[in-house]
């Protein structure tokens, strides 16, 4: 029953990208993030205030685990997922969140000791081929920003924010494992930190007069930001956070190949963007290597059954 739940959380968590789609013809990126995050924390720390008051008290141990999550998982992801989002069509800009395994892989052997061995790295590898074709064409006004080779600049700075995702959820599977907050706690305390550190970035960059909000169009944006908030922040991230006691980051992340799918549906009904073969075919290619690397965590033990403790410990904590 769980792995059902796992594909129903990335089924909504791939409409996010097109609700942010409509929410950036209203708001830049950085402000958006911002508003967003915060609004977001203040919903989730507003609710578990009213459970359990006491509990939303924090170590001095708590603060620098915290503190990175905020960066990594909140600040640095988001702002630069909205930037290349401006650029890309939603259903590319969740096609390259794809690469979010092979990031996985590698922070998950240099915190969890988790071993890549051959069979798993070769299910990488075809994973890996799967993006080549999607990453050679052209959508959006990705053309007028090209960095080099087959690469945009909009494309980096997906690729980054993948990166900086997954080790933002590394670095939750630490605080979850330890158990020095649950994954309610830990989530709405790094929303509230990146979204503030967001704002202040957007009080510097953006045109406030009176906010960064096209004019007239503040009910849009609020709902925009309502839904993504409500299906994002609140299910996914903490739905995200409890399946990391079951299944490891690796895992996860590579179930994350099927949000393509479910992304190119969102954006033809939401935003008239035609489907693409190449994402379709690419998406393919790639979830046959999540069959082979799924295969080979189960042989290796790390994804664990029911009645056993589902996260190993960590190699290193830093």
Known sequence: MSIFLVIFMYAAWSS??????????NSPPVFLTAFRMLFAAILLLGWLFIKNRSSLKIGKKQILPLLALAVFSIYLTNILEFWGLQHLTAAKTCFIYSLSPFFAALFSYIHFGEKVNLKKFLGMMIGFAGFIPV??????SEGLL??????SW?????????????????????IVKNQ????LYANGYSMLLGGTMA???????DNWSPIPVTAGHMLPFAQGIMIMTLVSNILCYNLYGFMLKKYTATF????GLLSPIFASINSWILLEEAPSWQILLSTSVVSMGLFIVY????????IVKKGKDPIPAPATVE
């Open 252 to 255: 996860l992340s590579f179930m």
């Open 135 to 140: 990453l050679m064409l052209e959508t959006g």
């Open 146 to 151: 090209s960095a080099f080779s087959i690469f």
């Open 180 to 183: 020095t907050l649950s994954p």
């Open 199 to 205: 704002l202040i970035h957007s009080l510097v960059i």
């Open 16 to 25: 996010v990208f097109s609700f942010g789609k409509m929410a950036l013809e």
């Open 295 to 302: 295969q080979a965590e189960l042989k290796q033990g790390y």
């Open 154 to 174: 909009p494309e980096l700075a997906i690729m980054g924010a993948a990166l900086f995702s997954v080790y933002g959820w590394v670095l939750l599977r630490i």
